[in-house]
C-alpha cells in the first residue's frame, strides 16, 4: 500500500503530461516565440572572428599543399583603406578580393549582394501572397558518408518534399541555403535552412510524417513563424551562405572534401517564389532602402551617420580589429546618453 502511493506521488511529481512536453521541435513551443531577431555584432569583433577564420583556413591549406589557395585567401582583404570620421566608419575597401567561397571576407560581401537581391523580392512576395514567412529548418539523421553525400542525401530528400501534396496545399516556395556542421562524433551534420511561405496552418506533426516519409529516418525539423521582421528572417537563411561550413572546428581533411565539391550549390529559391523572382522588378522604392550607397563616398564626404568630414586610413587586415574596437569606443564615449 505505501509502495503503491509512493510510486503515484513519484509520478505525479516527476511525470510531466505528454501535452506540456515541449521540445524545440514542438510547434507548441514555436508558435510561441518571436523569431530571433537579427543580432548584428558589433564590427570588431566581426573582423576578428573573420581574421580568425582566414588565418585557419590558410593552415589547412597549406597542410594540404595547395598554397595557391593559401596565397589567394592570404591577400585576400590584406589591406584596407577606410572611410571614417573618427566615430563610425562610412566604407571598407579592400586591396584584393579572392572569391574562394570559404573565405570569410568575400562571402560576406556575397551575403550582403544576395541580401540586397532577395530582401525587395520576398517583402512583394508577402505583400502581394497572402502568406506567412516561416523559418523551417529540417535535419536528417547522422551516418559516416563523405561531404558530398551527406549534402545530396538532404537535398534530395527536400526536393521529394516540395513535390508532395500535403507541402504544395501548405506553401508556396521560398529560398533554401545548406550549412555543413561538424558534430563530436565526427561526422557532418548537414541542414538546410529555408525561408518559406506559408500559405495555410497545419499541425507541426503532419510536417514531420512528411520529412520522415521522404528522408525514411527523420523527423527533426523546427518551424518558427516570421512575425514581424522580415529582413532579420532573411539573414537568418542567408548567413549560411557566409558560413554554409563552420570552418573554424574544420580539419585539412574537411578542406580537402570541400574542395572536390565545389560545384555544388548551397543556396537557391524554389517553387512559386523562383518564377516570381525570376519576373520581380524591383521599384524605386525597393532601390531606396538598400544599403548601395556607401559605393558613391569619397575623401571628403559627408558621414552618413553624423555629417562630419571622413577621411581615408589604410591598414592591414591584423591592425582592422583594433582599428574598428577603438572607432567604437570613440563613438560611444561621444555619443549623447541614452
Ligand atoms: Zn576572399
Ligand atoms: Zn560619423
Request: charged share 25%.
Amino acid at each position: 500500500m505505501r509502495l503503491s502511493l509512493s510510486t503515484s506521488s513519484n509520478r505525479s511529481q516527476f511525470a510531466v503530461p505528454s501535452e506540456l512536453k515541449t521540445s524545440p521541435q514542438t510547434y507548441v513551443h514555436t508558435r510561441v516565440t518571436n523569431s530571433q531577431p537579427y543580432k548584428a555584432k558589433s564590427r570588431s569583433v566581426t573582423a576578428e572572428s573573420r581574421l580568425r577564420t582566414k588565418k585557419h583556413l590558410v593552415r589547412l591549406a597549406r597542410e594540404i599543399n595547395n598554397n595557391g589557395l593559401a596565397d589567394k585567401i592570404t591577400n585576400c582583404h590584406s589591406r584596407i583603406a577606410l572611410l571614417t570620421c573618427g566615430r563610425h566608419v562610412a566604407r571598407m575597401m579592400p586591396n584584393h578580393t579572392c572569391e574562394f567561397r570559404l573565405c570569410p571576407n568575400c562571402a560576406r560581401r556575397r551575403a550582403r549582394k544576395h541580401f540586397n537581391n532577395y530582401l525587395p523580392k520576398v517583402s512583394g512576395f508577402v505583400r502581394t501572397h497572402r502568406v506567412t514567412p516561416v523559418l523551417l529548418t529540417l535535419t536528417q539523421t547522422h551516418r559516416a558518408e563523405t561531404l558530398e553525400h551527406s549534402v545530396k542525401r538532404l537535398m534530395s530528400a527536400f526536393r521529394k518534399l516540395i513535390r508532395r501534396g500535403f507541402w504544395l496545399e501548405h506553401f508556396r516556395g521560398g529560398t533554401w541555403s545548406v550549412e555543413v556542421t561538424k558534430g563530436k562524433d565526427g561526422l557532418y551534420h548537414t541542414h538546410l535552412h529555408l525561408l518559406a511561405f506559408r500559405s495555410k496552418f497545419f499541425d507541426i506533426k503532419l510536417l514531420r510524417s512528411e520529412w520522415l516519409a521522404v528522408t525514411g529516418d527523420s523527423v527533426n525539423l523546427n518551424l518558427k513563424p516570421i512575425l514581424e521582421d522580415v529582413p532579420g528572417g532573411l539573414r537568418e537563411v542567408l548567413k549560411y551562405i557566409a558560413k554554409p561550413l563552420d570552418i573554424e572546428r574544420f580539419t585539412a581533411q574537411n578542406l580537402r572534401d570541400f574542395l572536390g565539391i565545389k560545384n555544388m550549390r548551397f543556396f537557391g529559391t524554389f517553387g512559386e517564389f523562383r518564377n516570381f523572382c525570376a519576373d520581380f522588378v524591383p521599384s524605386d522604392n525597393d532601390k531606396s532602402e538598400l544599403d548601395g550607397l556607401a559605393r558613391d563616398l569619397v575623401e571628403g564626404c559627408a558621414c552618413p551617420h553624423c555629417q562630419e568630414p571622413l577621411f581615408e586610413v589604410r591598414m592591414s587586415d591584423n591592425e582592422l580589429p583594433d582599428f574598428l574596437r577603438k572607432i567604437e569606443e570613440s563613438a560611444r564615449s561621444k555619443s549623447p546618453p541614452g
